[in-house]
């Protein structure tokens, strides 16, 4: 899918607005399946990307608010049940009940092997407990995000490749060297990319030019 491109000047704003486009499709594009495990679908550099360099998808959002309306609509429905489903209840609490029965469990047994006083036994349920509600928000996000990857994997993709769809274009009209926008993805199956693999469901794109 193409979109319509109405040229803006180039320079440092078109530089901008490309890198706000590559934040935006790296932020969608770990929403597919297979999903990562853990409490949140992003690596810990993507992380630290996004909160260094968050304000370049603002920009692309506030000069072509377009292009984030058709992504927005594209991601209605995945974005009204990732906001109002709660997963399985029944199934949360019974594992949420488990790993407080086994932390209660290890501390009893901690108390009677290793004598402790009332601080350790306290310090010790207090670091059971942040480890297996880590280890349980783990499992909740990464069940949570595995249902939704499946069900809308047509609807991101789409809005992904709207995004590279533009990019594209807006890289060649102005021309911009592809090589200083790198995508860092977790898949190669959009088209107008060139890809090399950096791993396991890992893989850096570039705009065809």
């Not at 180039?10 to 901008?16: L, M, T």
């Not at 350790?120 to 928000?137: A, K």
């Not at 990464?142 to 991101?156: E, F, H, P, Q, V």
Request: hydrophobic residues 50%.
């Amino acid at each position: 899918m193409i979109i319509n491109i109405n040229l803006i000047s180039c320079g440092g704003f078109s530089i901008k607005l490309v890198e706000g486009l590559c934040v935006y499709v790296m932020r969608l594009d770990p929403m597919r399946a297979p999903v990562s495990v853990g409490v949140t679908q992003y690596s810990i550099s993507v992380l630290f990307m996004f909160l260094f360099n968050g304000n370049r998808q603002k920009f692309l959002v506030k000069n072509r608010p377009d292009i984030n309306k058709r992504v927005k609509e594209i991601m209605d429905s995945f974005y009204k049940e990732a906001m109002g489903s709660s997963g399985n209840g029944k199934l949360e609490s019974i594992v949420f009940l488990i790993l407080v029965l086994i932390m209660l469990g290890l501390s009893t047994a901690a108390l009677v092997i290793f004598d402790l006083n009332l601080f350790n036994l306290l310090l010790l349920g207090v670091l059971l407990f942040v480890v297996f509600f880590y280890l349980y928000l783990v499992w909740a996000s990464t069940c949570g995000r595995r249902i939704l990857a499946k069900r809308y994997d047509g609807d991101i993709k789409l809005a992904v490749q709207c995004l590279i769809d533009y990019g594209i274009e807006f890289v060649r009209e102005n021309d911009l060297d592809p090589l200083d926008f790198p995508l860092k993805l977790r898949h190669d199956d959009y088209d107008g990319l060139v890809y090399e693999k950096k791993g396991r469901n890992k893989f850096v794109g570039v705009f065809k030019k």
